[in-house]
């Protein structure tokens, strides 16, 4: 590693370090959305700048702007996010009704269910063919882009992937007693069966992020059983991640892969597809690519024919990946400085939600923030925070809230400076 880039390197991470301990003296938490940000976006970076000697290693102009959009991002929520002397809830969530909960709770699963069987049908499957051979079948799917001709009605495109909303409503349910831990148990085992059925490895990461965040915030667990149940679902989930890219590339390719060639695509490799389309090597098409929620409404309701879509051509860094870091749809519409920018504003966002969470944690505060965890965590390879997902959720969200939540007396007490929670 030259010098130059070591500095940079060096630098870098002393100035996250410093900015992730301001944010943890501020919040009296250090596991919030920032340093799981955090964790992932340094870890993609570590593996480009290491992996087989710096192979996929960026130049160091783009290992600056990387840098820099990391700070913006933890600059950005230092600023928003709340101060530890803030009053909170003793009671630590708000309820819901259990009735009402329960029905919406159903109605969400039923609608997923139908979703599921309607993408079956169409793509000519029953529920036991296409389970007879799972694996096959899902990538057969995904290697030769079914999924993205199927026809989905606007209303069941919707529910297709709406744990986002259920899991966090189970999880309520179920610490409240209102539901036993069987259920609670079933429901997550039928999401999982659900999200996983085009060999799309998003929606199972979706899932696990809810339920994680959802039992942090409502069980509030010891530091030890935190970093035990993390560290579990993190090998999990490179196990699942790298076992089904290696078959998947098998199928596809007729070739063996390791495990790191099966790996770096998604992480790794990003920070070197961003550096060519930061020099031009990518083929831009016409419109806003950051208006990406707003292009796809459009488009739905008949007024936009295209717009530029959310999926990257595939490009040789030497490795073949089509992930560009979430700082690719800011670059192409505004530049460097809107990468920055854009970086600094979603920090900000989070930082806003994650305020709201601790002030007044009810169902949608829930839902929203596990949602933008998820998004975080994808930040190394796309951009979910302008997906149209983002906001129809939200407005979900906000309408179950009053339909299953009911305000109960909350007692209030000052925090402690040095008392730490798990967020």
Known sequence: MAPLTLSINIAGVAVVLVLLWLITRRTGEWLT?????????????????????????????????????????????????????????????????????????????????ISFVYELWYLHFDFISFYRDFFYNSAAIRITGLYADIEFPMSFSVWRWDHVLYIPLAAILHFQGTISRRHYVLIGLFALVACSARYTRAPVIMLSTCCFISWIILHRP?????????????????????????????????????????????????????EMLLKGNFPRESGFYSLECINYLLNKTGILANYPGWERPEVFTPVITNVYTFLDAFTLDWGIFGAIAGACLIGA?????????????????????????????????????????????????????HLVGYRSKIVLRPIRRKEFRFI
């Not at 920032?34 to 570590?46: D, E, K, M, R, T």
């Not at 007729?254 to 770096?264: G, H, N, P, T």
């Not at 906001?391 to 969200?397: T, Y």
Request: contains cysteine; proline residues 4%; positive net charge.
């Open 33 to 113: 959305f920032a340093h799981i940000f955090s964790i992932f976006w340094g870890a993609n970076l570590f593996v480009s700048e290491v992996w087989r000697d710096g192979l996929i290693r960026p130049d160091n102009t783009t290992l600056a702007i990387l840098f820099s959009a990391w700070w913006a991002f933890l600059f950005g929520t230092y600023c928003v996010i709340c101060k530890p002397v803030e009053i909170r809830p003793t009671n630590r969530f708000m309820r819901v009704s259990g009735s009402k909960g329960v029905f919406v709770l159903l109605t969400l699963i039923l609608l997923q269910l």
């Open 222 to 274: 010891n530091s030890k059983t935190l970093l035990c149940v993390g560290g579990f679902l993190s090998t999990l989930g490179i196990i699942g991640f790298v076992a089904s890219q290696t078959f998947l590339v098998h199928i596809e390719r007729f070739a063996q892969v390791s495990l790191s060639e099966s790996f770096i695509p998604y992480i790794g490799a990003s920070p070197k597809a961003y």
């Open 349 to 401: 966002a989070i930082a806003w939600i994650y305020n709201r969470l601790v002030r007044q944690p009810n169902y949608f505060n829930l839902v929203a923030y596990s949602y933008l965890v998820y998004s975080c965590i994808m930040s190394i390879a796309n951009n979910e925070f302008i997906r149209a997902s983002l906001p129809i959720n939200f407005m979900l969200a906000i309408l179950l809230t």
